[in-house]
C-alpha cells in the first residue's frame, strides 16, 4: 500500500517555505511503516485527480495565485468531484481564497472558482502574528499568519479562534471546512507544528483503507508542540 500525495503548484506557491508540510504527512505516514509518493505538480500538467489521496496548496504572490487561479479553472469539475469523494485537500495561507466566489485585490476583482461560497478582499492593515485554534478534540491548534486579506465566510468554519486572528475583523472563527477540505490563513508549516492535528488526517486516512494505525507521540514534533505551549499558551 502507499499513499499518493499531489503537491500542487509547487513552484508557484510556495512563498513561505510550507513544502514542510508535505515532509510532515511524509514522515507522519512512514512512521507507521506506511510508503508515500510524492508528485510535484503545476501550470500546464495533467491532473488526475483520482490518482490522489491528499492535495496540498502553499501560499503565494498575488501574481502567482491568478495564474493558479485560471490553471484550476479548467480542472473545476475533477476537483469538485475529489471534494465531493472525501479526498483530503488541504490549502495554506491566501490558497484557499481562489476556490471561493471572488477575490479583491490590486484594484481589480476577479471571479474564483465558485466551489464555496466564501469571498476574499485586500485589506490596507496588514494582519501578521500567532493565534492559537480550537479544532474538534485537538485543541490548540497553533500557527501564524502573514496576510493583508480578510474573508467573508459564513458557515462551514475549520477552527474557533482562541487568541489571534480570525477570517475577519468581526469573526471569531478562521478558515472553511467542507468533507476533507482544509482551507485556513495558518502557515508554520502548519502540520509540522501541529503534530496532533496531522496525525488527524494521517489516521483517518489509514482507518479507511483497512490499515492499523499506530499511535506515536515521543517525536521530535511532539516535543517541540508540547515546549510551545509550555512556554507560551497561557490562557
Avoid at 469573526?171 to 502557515?187: D, Q
Avoid at 503534530?195 to 488526517?201: A, L, V
Amino acid at each position: 500500500m502507499k499513499i499518493k500525495i499531489a503537491h500542487l503548484y509547487y513552484d508557484l506557491l510556495n512563498l513561505y517555505g510550507e513544502q514542510g508540510n508535505i515532509l510532515a504527512l511524509k514522515n507522519a505516514f512512514e512512521n507507521q511503516n506506511v510508503k508515500v509518493e510524492i508528485n510535484l505538480l503545476s501550470a500546464g500538467d495533467n491532473i488526475n485527480f483520482n490518482k490522489y489521496d491528499i492535495f496540498y496548496m502553499g501560499s503565494g504572490t498575488n501574481q502567482n495565485l491568478l495564474i493558479v487561479l485560471n490553471d484550476l479553472k479548467k480542472h473545476k469539475k475533477q476537483l469538485l468531484n475529489a471534494i465531493k469523494k472525501n479526498k483530503y485537500f488541504i490549502s495554506t495561507g491566501n490558497s484557499h481564497e481562489i476556490f471561493g466566489k471572488f477575490i479583491e485585490m490590486d484594484n481589480a476583482k476577479y471571479e474564483g472558482l465558485k466551489i464555496f461560497d466564501y469571498y476574499a478582499k485586500q485589506n490596507p492593515k496588514r494582519i501578521v502574528g500567532e493565534s492559537f485554534m480550537e479544532f474538534e478534540n485537538l485543541t490548540p491548534i497553533i500557527g501564524f499568519q502573514n496576510r493583508c486579506s480578510v474573508m467573508q465566510c459564513d458557515d462551514n468554519h475549520l477552527f474557533g479562534v482562541i487568541n489571534g486572528y480570525a477570517d475577519n475583523y468581526k469573526s471569531s472563527f478562521e478558515g472553511y471546512r467542507e468533507n476533507n477540505f482544509f482551507g485556513t490563513y495558518l502557515i508554520g508549516p502548519l502540520l509540522i507544528r501541529n503534530p496532533h492535528f496531522t496525525d488527524y488526517i494521517v489516521k483517518d486516512i489509514l482507518e479507511k483503507k483497512n490499515i492499523p494505525y499506530t499511535e506515536i507521540t515521543n517525536t521530535i514534533e511532539y516535543k517541540a508542540y508540547n515546549e510551545y505551549l509550555k512556554n507560551f499558551y497561557d490562557l
